[in-house]
């Protein structure tokens, strides 16, 4: 089973807009990522963000992180066409491997 | 300094055939995940390889075996092939430095059964 839920599940903007996906997840963790995949390829890591930290920034993502709702927000500013795709969270407790959720599909049309 | 790779790209069998699965890791990775990924899904783990041993399993069957070679490489073994085994198949490597568990993939192998 999966743990985590992104919402929505597909998502349509237009470009230089910003994206928000969401991700809700069920128990204590250690570590929430985020992954992109591009039509069925594979993943490519976009950040890492840990139990203890709150937010964190790479470039035009901005994640944070509430581990008291169990859940975490990927932010995409200024969005061009090349971020269509899927974007993943994953989570671990340390002690087991990577639980992925089922993705939100981006669409980001020029 | 090259990534994860991943052989074949692409692979057809039909139902009952035996498949094997091919993974290198990024150079200094010395841990090998695997994954399936059926389609409109998220990645599956199915197990993880480290010092040439399985050290954590997913939900799968005993149809699903693999092996980690001394140089890190590995493979993924599917016996008996069901139509439902039609999925990508990813690898992923890493290396633990206590830190947290980023991973890095390679491009998939894409399994069709018939």
């Known amino acids: 089973s999966q743990q985590g839920e992104e919402d929505p599940q597909a998502l349509s903007i237009q470009e230089g807009e910003n994206a928000t996906m969401n991700c809700s997840y069920k128990?204590?963790?250690?570590?929430l990522q985020w992954y992109r995949q591009n039509s069925g390829r594979g993943l490519v890591h976009l950040i890492l963000?840990?139990?203890?930290?709150r937010e964190k920034h790479s470039g035009r993502l901005r994640v944070t992180l509430d581990t008291s709702k169990k859940s975490s927000s990927l932010l995409i500013t200024a969005s061009r066409a090349a971020d269509t795709a899927s974007y993943f969270c994953a989570t671990d407790d340390g002690n087991t491997p990577l639980v992925f959720g089922k993705g939100t599909r981006l669409s980001v049309i020029a | 300094d090259a990534g994860v790779t991943q052989s074949p790209t692409h692979l057809i069998k039909t139902r009952g055939q035996q498949v094997t699965l091919r993974c290198s890791p990024k150079?200094?990775?010395?841990?090998v995940s695997w994954y399936q990924q059926a389609l409109g899904q998220g990645p599956q783990f199915i197990f993880q390889?480290?010092?040439?041993?399985?050290?954590q399993r997913g939900n799968f069957p005993d149809r699903f075996s693999g092996h980690q070679f001394p140089n890190y490489s590995s493979e993924l073994n599917v016996n008996a092939l069901l139509l439902g085994d039609s999925a990508l198949y990813l690898c992923?490597?890493?290396?633990?430095?206590?830190?947290?568990?980023?991973?890095?993939f390679g491009p998939g192998t894409r399994l069709t059964v018939l």
């Open positions: 992923a490597s890493s290396f633990e430095t206590g830190l947290g568990h980023e991973q890095f």
């Open positions: 150079s200094g990775h010395d841990t």
């Open positions: 390889y480290y010092e040439e041993e399985e050290r």
């Open positions: 128990t204590s963790i250690n570590n």
């Open positions: 963000i840990r139990s203890n930290e």
